[in-house]
């Protein structure tokens, strides 16, 4: 059974950074590709950054690019979101995310993607 476990949320001043990990079991990061989207409440889920299997860059959306970097560590099967430069716009629960692909189709998942449960991440001064 695929399971994924977020963390690393908090609240952070404007302008701060944190990291997001996710943590994989029983899903071969050498294999497929995983990501992250976020949820604002009353807010529709938004693709954030997406890294396929054999891809060390990702893919981004243009509210996060320049700001947000995705890596992983298949040995320790997680996968990681820095973020930079936070914005209160920002503030959102955040999820780790696959289709079970091999490659990324952007920086987006289909209505069908495995998510984790989330950590919240809170932008405020």
């Known amino acids: 059974q695929v399971q994924l476990v977020e963390s690393g949320g908090g609240l952070v001043q404007p302008g701060g950074s944190l990291r997001l990990s996710c943590t994989t079991s029983g899903l071969n990061l050498d294999h497929y590709a995983v990501g992250w989207l976020r949820q604002a409440p009353g807010k529709e889920p938004e693709g954030l950054s997406c890294i396929s299997r054999d891809d060390g860059r990702g893919n981004y959306a243009e509210s996060v690019k320049g700001r947000f970097i995705i890596s992983k560590d298949n040995d320790k099967k997680t996968v990681y979101l820095q973020m930079n430069d936070l914005k209160p716009e920002d503030t959102a629960v955040y999820y780790c995310?696959?289709?079970?692909?091999?490659?990324?189709?952007?920086?987006?998942?289909?209505?069908?993607?495995?998510w984790g449960q989330g950590t919240q991440v809170t932008v405020s001064s």
């Open positions: 995310a696959t289709d079970f692909y091999y490659h990324c189709t952007g920086y987006g998942f289909s209505s069908g993607a495995l």
